[in-house]
């Protein structure tokens, strides 16, 4: 998992049917010393809003564990709201 | 899960089994400000309505075999979704 900052919303009409409906968020993937220049879109399934650190998985077996699918194609998951974290430069 | 303009299109007659009548377009990712970032691949149009110029998002690896029908078609990019708008923090 890695520390991002939600920094905008995805909105899209024509997508995957199992996309439906659902919050998708741009995120910066942050490093110990800010923002490490990769972005990511990731589903969010903890209400996180635009200015949030949160906590993204990356993996899809994981990711279709949270949405309770069995097969389907979402890797990118927001799992977690961090109130707090220590980076060592 | 990655943005992407869509740049072109290929074709290719001669494909592995399991590829055929997939649309294969070129995709350029971006960052999200808009700008490219790294270099362009080629993606699976998995939402079948995708065409050059287009915002899109795209989904990499296993799970890009898993976004076409039938399932675990062999392809390591796929495109998701149509891009309507970003909504960007401090952005007009």
Redesign the interface.
Known sequence: MKVAS???????????PL?EGRR?L?C?VLGPGGPT?E????LDVVDAG??DTVLLLDE?TS?RQILGLA??????VVVGIVDDWHGVE | ???ARVIGTVVATTKAAGLEGVKLLIVQPL??AGDP?GSALVAAD??H??GPGELV?F??????A??LEP?FVPVDH?I??????????G?S
């Not at chain 2, 979704?81 to 923090?89: G, K, R, T, W």
């Open positions: 939600v920094v905008g919303t995805v909105v899209s009409t024509i997508n995957l996309l998708m741009v910066d220049g972005s990511t879109i990731a635009v200015g899809g990711a097969a389907g194609a979402i890797r990118t | 899960m990655q943005l960052d999200r970032r998995a939402v309505m995708a998002y989904v990499s690896a296993r799970e890009a898993e976004a399932s796929a998701c979704a149509i891009v309507d708008q970003v909504h960007l923090l952005a």
